[in-house]
């Protein structure tokens, strides 16, 4: 590997990914592949100073590492892709929100194939000053360290927390259950304290509390424009959950809620009362 200017595979650049893609191309080319994917996304590349591969096969021939940030539905598509179009000497970091069980057969995939593996989860939003925003790693101590110099400097924190593949996946997930399940409960909660007129009252209560999670609910409309992808995150979570021996019933509660507003993808409304309609809505279903 070119320790000056490694080449890094990036697959594929959401919000998420191209704020980590930025950071990465500090120290990096950074690629992408644009074939299929939406003019936002190619927008969202360009501006994060990421440069165009021919087709994936050119990206993983040409690439030291390659991340993969994806919805956690499509990591073994992904990573199955990658294997398929002959990666075998980088390093794959499979950063996706999915369970330790799936991180570790998409792991036997990738050692069966000779090609090396890190597992990575990302805890915090998308990077852009240092302090935020976590990537956590688990792997052979070189093969994190790697990752490590490829970040250090940038506003992403790369953390190795165990040689053991899967831990960082579990940790994401275990992260997941509270954040994501705590903001589906808040816009519950909101919806029922509505529907008695003691919203304001609520609101009160939960600047009391801490973290202060009821003392937000403007911030409702963000979790929605999300939830068409926490939803997912939170189904791994609660398989998680099942292979642990623990009930999944709340996470998957939660998760109905995060389905119920996944129609407002990256155009949530602006006042929460439509966000709460919508959740009146699935209730009526529920009673029929």
Known sequence: MNLQQPTVGLLHPGAMGAAVGRQAALAARVLWLPDGRSTATADRATAAGLQPAQDLATLVHDADIVISLCPPQFADQVATEVLAAGFRRGLFVEANAITPERMTSIAEAFTQAGARLVDGSIIG?????PGTTRLYLAGAPEDTATVVNLFTGSALEAVPISTQLG????LKTAQAVFQKASRALAGLAHALADHYGVA???????HRR???ILAEPDYLPSVAARAWRWSP???EAAA???TAGLPDTMILGAKEILDAWS???????DEVDVLFTRLRGEGAKLSE
């Not at 831990?167 to 579990?170: D, F, N, Y």
């Open 233 to 235: 995150e939170l189904a």
């Open 240 to 242: 998680a959950l099942r």
């Open 125 to 129: 939003p998308p990077p852009t000053e």
């Open 210 to 212: 801490s973290p202060p």
């Open 200 to 206: 304001d009252a609520l609101t009160e209560e939960g």
């Open 263 to 269: 129609t407002y993808r990256d155009a949530p409304p």
């Open 167 to 170: 831990a960082a996946s579990a």
